[in-house]
């Protein structure tokens, strides 16, 4: 990345950060806001922990150029609360796409001082990455969903169709499959 | 040729600025209330009301606009809240003295995951509320709006229908009430109140109708009772090498058993039910287990009082019709805060019953004088604290254990202790969740007051969130795997939420873990836990 981008965007870090948590923050009803970014105790407000945490990790990631598998987790973890909150799949997932937001806004003066357009546009090329890992990680969390509600018919179900001689249970030996699920 | 007209496109400034972010800032009662698929479950069936006997049975569907309200809704429920104002004094308090303090609102498991502000517990309380004060209050006669009353109508009555079927009627928002309003009881009412015109869910009336029928929510008939217990006293042989034989609806037994009839079925429900077994054989303790009297939990209490006391009735009776001393009751949430608090005024006293003693220690459970009926963890606590039972922990040393306090457990009868005290006898590897988050203070799963449905899903999920982060942080500090609990609903629910938000962690009942350490005499070398993991030590020993 631009030298020079780099340098500013790592100056406003905290402003930047202090923009994204915000605007991610106004997803969500007016009065909840409120309780969502004043308290900090993590066991109290894990929606409000995780997206703090989540979304400076992030930001970090994307400004040192790290490769972004490394910061997924963190990804997950945001994606996996609003995945079960009462968004459209679209409302979900805006929050990516504030980052832009958030950084035209803190650099804007300094973005046109210094013509870093073109260093802007491979930053914001970055960011639609992180936003197509972000795809593949809601599809999976409401997949998953679908498939808790498999697995909870089956745990209850098991017993019986076992003891009806409907289902038979493979004996571990002659159970070689391998674990094919592949984990993002 | 004309020339064509040119088109201003505009430029993305202005696209950019156009598009808002926020949500809209709308006043509680102008923002109408969405049923979408998964964040609700199935409304009750017409032929399960026809069951009970409740009122309005019909086919409908909340997803439709008609839900097939009875004529004059409207003035029965008006009727309904009345008759409930003047007989429930509390009610007709919490209904008054709210100050709207703000303690509680961020205290509820659902408003904490969902955000949505019809989720703090001030404002489910205001839902019906601002209909009291309308109706009931001369403030909201005259002033209406301006003295926070409004309308009763179609749209007020489904918005209670969401959000009192949002609540788990858990009661951790009234441990932080400075007036000790108890947000279950109001939503206790509202779901009584919905009841008296049909507005139940699948989830609820089913397993009622069932219990009604079949004396449990799962409609297991006698002889699928006695088979299920004995499959797992096949399995219980096939690990320990000992025949346990209980007997069922044994005239003349010392002691009734009874337990959520989800121990009953499905894993890991079954797991712990092998516990019981295995630890009263080892016991040789004079019990009979019950085949009519098969439930110990009680969805007519998310129904209606009168439902729960109907349904709760065959407890006592089922104990007359035996001639039993007293009772033991297994791991179950609800089921203890109806039998702690309202079993004894419901159908008691139960005068022919004794005052609980221990046939093995002599102990007499004095805190059971009036109900006459002893959570297993208290007598199995006793147990182990007279050094009856022979236990080795280090047959549990590939779990590492954190214990859930069920709601109704520890905030309906201060249950905090026992279940502890045998999870630290039984296993070396315990580790307590935040203090926030547990004891008094525990999340609940999110999924209880027959709120453990599939359709609701999402929800169930974000109502756990709050629980599950902190599984997570004991999973990421300790490496724990093991969330034990006293709760059959938690047994249900749990898997789900664990699968969700903390993969790996399994989902024990506290008398599993018991019979994993439990020395039985005769027994034969265990390799595997009751789940047919390897011991630690013992692997490859198939």
Redesign the interface.
Known sequence: MDMKLKDLLNEKKSAITKNWFD?IM???????TG??KK?K???????GHVIAEGSERILEALIEGEELTDSLRFLDDII??RA???FTPSKAM?FIF?IK?SVREELKKEISQNHLYDALLEFESKIDELALFALDIYSK?RE??NE??I???K??????LK?ANLMYEIP?EEFEHKDLKCNI | MAKPEKIKTPKPGEI?SSID???P?TD?MDTPT?IKP??FCWGAKEKDLLTLGLPNPRQWSPLDDDWKLPEGWKSTILDGLSDRLSKYRSFKIFMDICVRCGAC??KCHF???????KN?PVLRAELIRSVYKKYFTASGKFLGRLAGARELDEDVLKEWWSYFFQCTECRRCSVFCPYGIDQAEVTIIGRELLNLVGLNIDWIAGPAAACYMKGNHLGLEPHAIK??IE?MCDDIEDLTGIRVDPSFNRKGADILFITPSGDL????G?FTNMGYLMLFHELGLNYTWSTYASEGGNFGFFTSNDMAKRLNYKIYAEAKRLGVKWIIGGECGHMWRVLNQYMDTWNGPADFLEVPKSPITGTVFENARSTKMVHITEFTADLIKHGKIKLDPSRNDHLKVTYHDSCNTSRGMGLLEEPRYIIKASCNNFYEM?E??IREKTFCCGSGSGLNA??N???R??GG??RA??VK?VQDKHGVNVLANICAVDR?AF??LM???CPGVGVYGTHELLANALVMTGEKERVTDLRGDDLPGKEGN?
């Open positions: 605007a106004e997803t969500y009803p007016t009065d909840t309780f969502l308290q105790d993590m066991f109290a407000n894990p929606v996996r609360v079960v909150q009462d805006a504030l937001k969390c998953q969903l808790l509600k697995d909870e018919l745990r209850l179900t098991f017993t019986l003891k571990v | 950019a972010f926020k949500s800032a509680w969405e998964g964040n609102a961020d408003y904490i995951g969902s955000g949505d502000p703090m088979g299920n499959s079925l499905g894993d890991p079954i935040p926030n988050t599939s359709e899903m999402e929800q999920m974000r969130l709050a982060n902190a942080y249900a898997p789900a699968d969700y938000w198939e």
